[in-house]
Nanobody, 123 residues
Framework: QVQLVESGGGLVQAGGSLRLSCAAS????????MGWFRQGPGKEREFVAA????????YYADSVKGRFTISVDNAKNTVALQMSGLNSEDTAIYYC????????????????WGQGTQVTVSS
């Protein structure tokens, strides 16, 4: 079993930055990929970024590439999403997820999910 808790969400001005963190606990050794997904108002959940625990492989959605950076801290069992250049399209609930099978892009490949943290970008 793996538990995931997101933190760091909040209200931020357009153009600003925000850092999300996901604290993982439990049998994290059973997971390979960690991902961030988001779901905006009236939208389906979409892939944002993913990383393996070693940090050797990273993947980003085209919409966030160059603005967001995903990273892991194995010592702390945390996964971070550093977000910069935020705009209104980034407003969403952001979810941290863990996959046992190394599925990076599809939410269906992730078995464990956090409760989400709200990110609201205001002009």
């Amino acid at each position: 079993q793996v538990q995931l808790v997101e933190s760091g969400g909040g209200l931020v001005q357009a153009g600003g930055s925000l850092r999300l963190s996901c604290a993982a606990s439990g049998r994290t050794f059973s997971t390979e990929a960690m991902g961030w997904f988001r779901q905006g108002p009236g939208k389906e959940r979409e892939f944002v970024a993913a990383i393996n625990w070693s940090g050797g492989r990273t993947y980003y959605a085209d919409s966030v590439k160059g603005r967001f950076t995903i990273s892991v801290d194995n010592a702390k069992n945390t996964v971070a999403l550093q977000m910069s250049g935020l705009n209104s399209e980034d407003t969403a609930i952001y979810y941290c997820a863990a996959s046992r099978r190394g599925v990076y892009y599809s939410p269906t490949g992730y078995e464990y999910w956090g409760q989400g943290t709200q990110v609201t970008v205001s002009s």
